[in-house]
Nanobody, 123 residues
Framework: QMQLVESGGGSVQTGGSLRLSCAHS????????TGWFRQAPGKERDFVAAISWSGVTVYADSVKGRFTISRDYAENTVSLQMNSLKPEDTAVYYC?????????????????WGQGTQVTVSS
C-alpha cells in the first residue's frame, strides 16, 4: 500500500520561503499524479498544485508565480517550493497521489494521502 510522508513544514515571516517534500513509499507509474492540498482551520481542504508523472504541472491561481512543484525521479519524491509566503498561506499541507485519474483539482479523486505538515506564516 502506497504511503506518502511529508516533510519541510515550519514557521516563517511574510515574504519568506519554505520547501516541502513528499516521499512515496513505492514506485510511481505513468498514470500517477502527485498533488499538494492545504487546509486552514475551519476551512475545506483546497487544491494547491499537482504534477503528472511526465512532469506536467498545474497550480491554483492563489499560488501561481510563487510556488513551484517538481519531481525527483531518482529519489521518488515531489517537492513544493514556496516563495513570497503570505499569512493566508498558513495551513496544514497535504501530499496526495491520484492514480489514473483525470481531474487533478478534485480532492475526492485522490487515492492516497499523507499525514500533513504545518506551515505557519506570520506577519
Amino acid at each position: 500500500q502506497m504511503q506518502l510522508v511529508e516533510s519541510g513544514g515550519g514557521s516563517v515571516q511574510t515574504g519568506g520561503s519554505l520547501r516541502l517534500s513528499c516521499a512515496h513509499s513505492e514506485r510511481t507509474y505513468s498514470g500517477d499524479t502527485t498533488g499538494w492540498f492545504r487546509q486552514a482551520p475551519g476551512k475545506e481542504r483546497d487544491f494547491v498544485a499537482a504534477i503528472s508523472w511526465s512532469g506536467v504541472t498545474v497550480y491554483a491561481d492563489s499560488v501561481k508565480g510563487r510556488f513551484t512543484i517538481s519531481r525527483d525521479y531518482a529519489e521518488n519524491t515531489v517537492s513544493l517550493q514556496m516563495n513570497s509566503l503570505k499569512p493566508e498561506d498558513t495551513a496544514v499541507y497535504y501530499c496526495a497521489l491520484l492514480r489514473y485519474g483525470s481531474d487533478w483539482y478534485r480532492r475526492d479523486d485522490y487515492n492516497y494521502w499523507g499525514q500533513g505538515t504545518q506551515v505557519t506564516v506570520s506577519s
